[in-house]
């Protein structure tokens, strides 16, 4: 089974502070994905990643960087946390579509982050 | 307006009785239609999908697309309340990394025992 794994569940941060999102997945997918997900907003991409060192912003970069060093590991960071990133933050992992398929995405568990 | 517009819910049933979620969008280039399970504190799961137009079934539950109302439908036969769940539609242009598929905002569905 593909496995996503988000490193932290749940995280209080405080404004200003420097945050860390960390995500691996175990089946040598290329694409790599990071969304924030809100009530009554869905589910946003923030960035996403089909290589390695590679990344491209999503619908809502701003606030956000994100770092692939190797193949199976992709990092969010919050450069200085703010209260409005207060969210349920979701790793996703796929193969690329048009040549499997839907390229079906693969989700971690979430990370909930509090900002205070 | 969003591209992609869910009934919002909640919806509420007793255990075994049909339910129906829906969707609408407005990007005629939509040619990939998912659904996607999320239970409380998890993330998504691929539920079903289709591609185009078209009825898809798996056991009890009926992935349904129209093209021409831009409409999909996800029916879940003889509820239980292991269905108890958030229901996510999303839609993907062909060639578009799944990545980029545009999300409802999702039902949460409470089945009854």
């Known amino acids: 089974d593909v496995k996503v794994t988000q490193s932290s569940r749940y995280l209080v941060k405080r404004t200003g502070e420097k945050v860390f999102l960390e995500c691996v997945q175990d089946m040598d997918h290329e694409n790599m994905f990071w969304y924030r997900q809100d009530p009554g907003l869905g589910l946003r991409l923030i960035y996403f990643s089909y290589d390695v060192k590679m990344k491209e912003k999503g619908d809502i970069p701003e606030g956000y960087s994100v770092s692939r060093e190797k193949k199976e590991r992709f990092s969010l960071i919050l450069e200085s946390a703010s209260t409005n990133q207060t969210s349920m933050y979701l790793c996703?992992?796929?193969?690329?579509?048009?040549?499997f398929g839907t390229g079906e995405l693969f989700f971690g568990e979430g990370s909930r982050l509090t900002v205070l | 307006q969003k591209e992609v517009e869910q009934d919002p819910g909640p919806l509420s049933v007793p255990e075994g009785a049909i339910v129906s979620l829906n969707c609408t969008y407005s990007?005629?280039?939509?040619?990939?239609f998912m659904w996607y399970r999320q239970y409380s504190r998890k993330g998504p799961e691929l539920l079903m999908y289709t591609y185009s137009s078209g009825n898809k079934e798996d056991g009890r539950f009926t992935a349904q697309v129209d093209k021409s109302s831009k409409y999909i439908s996800l029916f879940i036969r003889d509820s239980q309340p292991s269905d108890s769940a958030t229901y996510l539609c999303a839609m993907s242009r062909v060639n578009t990394n799944a990545g980029k598929s545009t999300f409802g905002d999702g039902t949460t569905l409470t089945v009854k025992p």
């Open positions: 996703a992992s796929s193969l690329p579509s048009g040549r």
């Open positions: 990007n005629s280039a939509f040619q990939y």
